[in-house]
């Protein structure tokens, strides 16, 4: 089954020639055809992706089809966001992300599922259903990324695009066992994709080892014209990175005494011990307490959504706004009351200067540490119906992750342990300073290629 | 902390053009006392000596020539393939003045 492997696998057997490319679509196209009614991770699949594939034989992802999370701009394919105000939408245009994957050569092999207008953590508020966790079915796949981070897991893609803005690349990945890097915020451009909160949205790749998601951020960054707030900074090659030894690298392990999560603590601080036998040394150090940062995010985010779905108007394309759901009438309103006469310095100025804090407090820590290290997620991905009548859901699980997040900071998680009883991951999320993914993805790969918690990883070494 | 009223709740969604039931406005109204109870806590941080943050990278002013962009011009059909109610070669948009 070529659907199993991983992109760099399957980029070398086809520049062998061991393959064709009719046999690598044709085998995800029966994969999603098996899978998708039972786990709903696409909502619309590219039947002409080989066809367009063809064309594309020669760039340097020779024609391979990666999954696309429903909130990128796709021209001439639906995109919805998982909302049905944009039920119909049909894009005149490509993201600029997009456009730059079509020129390295990838297809699109369809939409996956999220968290509607990327709103939550599980796929719950979706307006086309929740996405199942193909790890244990009776879980959460996380979000608002959870199609695609469900495509890769379930071997339904060979790769897969997330967007970021509080953990919606990270949290998914780890609750599926997967890898999920979030660049620097600029870094990839955020033209094309369905706005959410402007001043964190991070387009970033979904994978299954860290080394595909070096090769396919490659082929996503890049200073773009259309957003102003790409940076004009050069883009290396981050696959250079892959196979770095990290002897002498400095790693700080925070949010290690955050009451409640004792138990998926005692396993992180175990798995932490491989890097002091890859030559680096790891040590406790405090960070600012995350709990603020969930208060930072709720009002920046919802701020910024209720300007951002202002332009649903049902006029120009879409539905009207009666078609929007809970938990964008609940965000959408929050951030209209936040940001009001007599409460926005109350709470949007005060948010933005506690932002500041924690941006100060990580530049004290990389002064010491080169990377620091924490959980992922508090836990393991949560049961079906978890999101019920929880307002507050999404923040609560996303609290390790909101920091670096609204700090701009590039981060990965990578599975760092198993439930042998229920199947589930923890992930763990490495976060390095701005425009320093490259650190992340060495300290990363480094890890995943010293343990077996990676599922296409141990199955190479198998000889699988 | 001041108690969020259904009265408050339909103020917001006249401002944010969201149509809303009365059942709707009671569960808003309670999950915006839940949501505003979380942050809260950010009253508690001295920020008295610390600038906001709108932006991460520091860009500032990006500008670029004020020249047709022919890459990313739309024919007036593309334009109009997705709206509701076009009506020759323009959008329809609703009445918003003397509606009475």
Redesign the interface.
Known sequence: MLAKKTLTQVLDLLEKKEITLEELHKDLHAAVAEKNETLNVYLTVNTASAEEAAQRSEAALRGIPIAVKDNYCTKGIRTTASSTVLD???P??DSTVIANLKKAGASILGKTNLDAWAHGSSTETSQYGRTLNPRNTNHLPGGSSGGSAAAVAADMAIAALGTETAGSIRQPAAWCGIVGLKPT??RCSRYGVVAMAS?TDSPGPMTKTVEDAALLLNHMAGHD??D??T?DVSVPDFTQAIGKSIKGLKIGYVYHSIEGLEESNAHLAKELEVFKKLGATVEKVEAMDP??A???Y??VQ?GEV?SNL?RYD??????D??F?G?EA??R???G??TL?KGYSD??Y?????????Y??DYNKLFETYDVLISLTSPGYAKKIGATEGE??FG?LEDMLLEPSSI??LPGISVPCYRDPETNLFLGMNIVAP?WKEETVIQVADAYEKATNWNTWRAAEKAGE | MSTITPAQVQHIANLASIPVSDEEKKDLAQAFEETLAVVQNLQSVDTSHVEPTHQVTGLENILREDVVDTDHMLTQEQALANAKQTHEGFVVVPRIIDQD
């Open positions: 119909t939408f049909v005149p245009y915020y600029g001043s014209k259309y102003g707030t940076a709990h603020y969930i208060s930072v709720t009002v919802r209720s202002g049902g006029i120009r394309y879409g539905n706004r009666s929007f809970a009438k609940r959408i309103m929050l209209t009351y009001s109350q709470y100025n005060t948010a933005q200067k506690v932002r500041s804090l941006i100060q307002a507050m923040e700090s701009g701005m």
